[in-house]
């Protein structure tokens, strides 16, 4: 009797196994799901960590700016359909800034973020209105490939002085017969995870996966295998520029840059661009964020600036300029990732604050040693009389413009939309100066419902940080929106057009009314 009895408590074991072994993989998918859908959300909201959805808009703010930017490696002038530059000068003064990806924009959603676009209107604000800034340049771009530029552009230009903004990775001196750079960057391996269950559970969580497969893996690998055998981490590299038979070569750049510099008949210097984009780790114990920004520049930019000087080329370091900034800013102060720093969480390029600095300490320069440079001054100007966009984004919505009206075709395919950080695919307008905004309205033939959003200027810091005001979704055909006056709204810089559509035609008609 008491063997059958042990044998049937055997013959339930099975189903017990089977059971637990079910309700634990129905409780790890449900904990999965909780993390993807809510925790990693929130904290991406919260600006604590870069998870998919800031990866996957960073891929399309590259794409965009592609699209969006005319420039090439055969005229590197940024130029698009909203902001064209002519040879000939439209105004009495020009001012060329050379540049890479610091100038070309990547990552930026913005043309007027960019820091030669942040120098044109600082230059406004304080009534330099008869100078016009443009800039050169393209991802990657070292000294050497910009003195090839300028040799190409200034005589087509022609303009009044000529500005350099350095950037560390500027001494890269190219690849060599293998087809890597003098010092290899890091290539990583590929993961030995199979495709299949890994698309699988991509597919499922997004956002969990790509911090384990992208964020987690990424940064264990690159710190375990930078070095010779798959190339080094990129603050390494920088580091690895400035030594050897790269130093070398540069060294040798940087001396036909002064020659080359001593025959122009027009002001000429370089200026840094700090911003951080490398030192993103937690601060130290007893050491701030503005500690780590100092030691990681000084360490970059030390030997170079002795090596500018030596060839007599005007060298001006904007780094105490920026962490003076720093210092008025909790932020800094803060043991978080400045994800902030960036133009976007997933991009390290710098963002307003950083932009704003880079133009604040050229045009200090600018007007305090070449005043020639600028013409002459007249009343300033914080915000348009007028407004004109001179960006959006997708770059083919096929916008139009008058004194009175702003048109364009809202894309019937969200792919190429951004949505970031609303969530919500959308339609940016930018405009060439800030604007003082009374009121919106939308009219379009089968517009079912629309929602704006707003970024602005902060009036007394002078750049744009992102923050957004929404002014609700409203249903209809002719949809008419009353700005609420504020501060921001004095400087209205951006707006974004969220539109929901009854039929076919996606046409829309813009109004925006300023204070004149």
């Known amino acids: 009797m008491k063997l059958k009895i042990a044998n049937k408590r055997f013959d339930i074991l099975p189903g017990l196994a089977f059971n637990y072994l079910l309700y634990s993989f129905i409780g790890i998918l449900a904990v999965c799901f909780v993390l993807d859908a809510f925790v990693l959300t929130y904290l991406e909201d919260k600006g604590k960590i870069c998870s998919y959805s800031w990866r996957q808009e960073n891929t399309r703010l590259l794409n965009q700016i592609k ?59 304080r009534g330099y209105n008869d100078v016009e800034v443009i800039a050169a340049g393209m991802a990657g771009a070292s000294t050497k490939k910009e003195l090839e530029w300028a040799r190409k552009l200034v005589p087509i230009y022609k303009p009044d002085a000529v500005v350099w903004g350095y950037v560390t990775n500027d001494p890269d001196e190219g690849s060599d017969k293998a087809g890597f750079g003098i010092v290899k960057t890091m290539v990583l391996p590929g993961d030995d995870i199979p495709e299949r269950p890994k698309s699988l559970f991509t597919d499922l969580f997004p956002n969990l996966s790509d911090e384990l497969f992208t964020g987690l893996r990424k940064s264990t690998l690159t710190f375990r295998l930078s070095g010779e055998k798959y190339g080094f981490d990129f603050a390494n590299w920088e580091l690895l520029l400035l030594q050897g038979k790269n130093w070398d070569e540069y060294s040798g750049t940087v001396a ?175 405009f060439e100066t800030p604007c003082n905004v009374k009121s919106i309205s939308i009219n379009g033939e089968c517009l ?69």
């Open 67 to 125: 699209k969006r930017n005319w420039a090439d490696e055969k005229n590197p002038v940024w130029r698009s359909e909203g902001f064209q530059v002519e040879e000939k000068c439209p105004k009495s003064k020009r001012i060329l800034v050379m540049g890479d990806s610091f100038v070309w924009g990547s990552g930026y959603a913005n043309l007027n973020t960019i820091w030669w676009r942040q120098l044109q209107r600082e230059l406004q604000r």
């Open 256 to 430: 036909d840059l002064g020659k080359y510099l001593k025959s122009l008949n027009v002001p000429t210097f370089v200026v840094t661009l700090p911003c951080c984009v490398y030192a993103t780790e937690k601060p130290l114990p007893g050491k701030t964020l503005i500690d780590k920004i100092r030691n990681y520049y000084d360490a970059r930019y030390t030997k170079v600036a002795a090596l500018f000087n030596q060839n007599q080329i005007e060298w001006h370091d904007a780094l105490t300029t920026f962490l003076n900034f720093a210092k008025g800013d909790q932020r800094f102060y803060s043991p978080d990732p400045p994800l902030w720093l960036g133009i976007n969480p997933a991009n390290g390029h710098p963002g307003p604050l950083g932009t704003y600095v880079h133009a604040v300490e050229t045009a200090n320069i600018l007007e305090s040693k070449y005043p020639e440079v600028l013409g002459k001054k007249t009343m300033p100007v914080e915000t348009a009389t007028g407004r004109r966009v001179n960006d959006w984004t997708p770059a083919w919505i096929h916008l139009k413009q008058d004194v009175n009206h702003i048109y364009f075709e809202y894309p019937e395919h969200e792919e190429e939309m951004l949505t970031m950080p609303i969530r919500k695919p959308f339609v940016s307008l930018n």
């Open 448 to 516: 079912k419902s629309a929602d704006v959003y707003y970024s602005s200027e902060d009036p007394d810091k002078h750049y744009d940080d992102g923050s957004l005001t929404e002014l609700g979704q409203k249903k209809g055909k002719f949809v008419q929106w009353s700005v609420p006056p504020c501060p921001r709204a004095t400087h209205v810089n951006t707006l974004r057009i969220v539109a929901q559509f009854s039929g076919p035609k996606r046409g829309l008609l813009v109004d925006v009314v300023t204070d004149k």
